[in-house]
DNA sequence: GTTTAGATCAACT
DNA sequence: GTTGATCTAAACG
């Protein structure tokens, strides 16, 4: 995942404050969508109202629902399933539909309510990827051991 | 000025 | 072959 902290930060959506990036300037735990090429990339909204912060889901582990997301991807590795802003959100079925869904509604895409044992030794950080931007602030962070995290790649103009 | 749709191309698998 | 907080243009208000 990278972090990305509207005011502070170029790169961010929140930057310059728009009816669109209002969602990040409201309560936390919703869903921010954008569009990318032809594929859609999913943000958590992390800030308490008034902040505009907001954290890009880049890659994650399928754990429930495998089927539906193997159907949507066609036949890849598990660890691909989600790995890419793009694929993952195209493996949760995630689009503009679910555009300020409520996370902590259990009924829908939602966040797990016991994180699992995620232990924080096995957190790192580093440079965003693929941001023009801001590209050498280290605020993506992934798990250690991860398959599913790509490895960095830089913007072409950054 | 803001938002959406569509394209482009270097890096990755 | 696939992917992507890019880029430009057209539509909107």
């Known amino acids: 995942m990278e972090a990305y902290n509207g005011p502070d930060d170029p790169a961010s959506h929140a930057y310059t404050r728009t009816p669109r990036s209002q969602i990040m300037y409201g309560p936390p735990n919703r869903l921010y969508v954008y569009q990318i090429h032809t ?8 800030s308490p109202e008034g902040r505009g912060a907001a954290v890009l889901l880049r890659a994650g582990i399928v754990t429930d629902g495998i089927d539906a997301a193997r159907e949507r991807r ?3 590795p598990d660890h691909r399933l989600a790995r890419g802003p793009g694929n993952l959100t195209r493996a949760l079925g995630i689009t503009k539909a679910d555009l300020a869904t409520d ?18 030794s096995r957190i790192e950080s580093g440079p965003r990827v693929g941001v ?3 590209a050498d602030r280290p605020w993506r962070f992934w798990i250690r051991g991860e398959p599913s995290v790509s490895a960095y790649r830089r913007h072409p103009r950054a």
Do not use: K, M, Q, W
């Open 132 to 134: 023009r931007l801001a």
């Open 74 to 76: 066609g036949a890849v």
């Open 39 to 46: 594929h859609h990339c999913a943000n958590i909204v992390t």
């Open 103 to 120: 996370l902590t509604d259990p009924s829908g895409v939602h966040l797990d309510p016991e994180p699992s044992t995620l232990d924080e």
